[in-house]
């Protein structure tokens, strides 16, 4: 009997640390607060390599609605810039730039989420989102001007080692729709960490070109679906994003 006693003492003294951390996990959570750890990270380690410089940055809001979903906004910015070698000789590609040629790509990107959650008021666990996406992309370059169809070569009458004394700019606005899935993890009932896949696709594009170049628009989306920031690409690549953040 005392046996019994003590075994209902124990449980009695456990249960409400082993209740809280239940409970803690499964609490209606207002909103959460993210943000991408390696975005940062990304940029320091290609401004590390010659002739380049970036920046990278993004983050997340959800909010909870009712306990049934939720919704909030995702913001992405990011610069690229890319200057050709002052004393390359050698043959290049278009997209790595000739010598002294340089261009500049920054971008924003702001998203509408609405996603369904496993565990609805925690916001965690398996999760499905759909949204809209409006991405604006400015383009700046000081390149030689091509005037023959041989995108491999500095034209003739050029002066080599000065590219043509004007400047290149491009604006351009996507509207996609976005798809995509992934799973939340919660520590200690307050931080968070998520993984997830997506991938938008594009209803609306819209080009604007300020140049005497005939290939400038080629040049900029060439080097936009060349360099490692992915979000610049034109073209539809699925999207792995990593945060961690905090749940209010």
């Keep these: 009997m005392i046996k019994h006693y003590r075994t209902l003492l124990l449980l009695l003294l456990l249960s409400p640390s082993y209740f809280h951390s239940l409970y803690a996990g499964n609490l209606v959570k207002k909103f959460t607060f993210e943000i991408d750890p390696f975005a940062p990270a990304s940029a320091i380690y290609e401004g590390q390599k010659e002739e380049v410089t970036a920046s990278n940055f993004g983050g997340r809001l959800d909010f909870n609605i009712g306990g049934t979903f939720s919704m909030g906004p995702e913001f992405w910015s990011g610069a690229y810039v890319m200057k050709g070698a002052e004393n390359k000789t050698e ?17 924003i990107r702001a998203r509408w989420n609405f996603t369904f959650w496993e565990v609805k008021s925690a916001m965690r666990g398996w999760f499905l989102k759909t949204g809209y996406s409006y991405t604006k992309i400015e383009s700046r370059a000081n390149r030689y001007t091509e005037h023959s169809a041989d995108g491999n070569a500095i034209p003739s009458s050029a002066n080599y080692g000065l590219p043509d004394d004007e400047t290149d700019f491009i604006n351009e606005l996507r509207h996609d729709a976005v798809l995509g899935f992934g799973q939340r993890w919660f520590f200690w009932g307050k931080l968070t960490s998520t993984v997830e896949v997506t991938i938008a696709q594009s209803f609306k594009r819209e080009v604007n070109v300020e140049s005497k170049d005939p290939r400038a628009e080629l040049d900029y989306t060439a080097l936009a679906d060349n360099i490692p920031f992915t979000k610049f690409s034109s073209k539809p690549y699925p999207e792995l994003n990593f945060t961690m953040g905090y749940a209010f």
Excluded: A, F
Excluded at 91 to 107: A, F, Q, T, Y
């Design 91 to 107: 043959l290049v590609r278009r997209e790595d730039l000739w010598p002294n040629e340089r261009h500049k790509i920054s971008g």
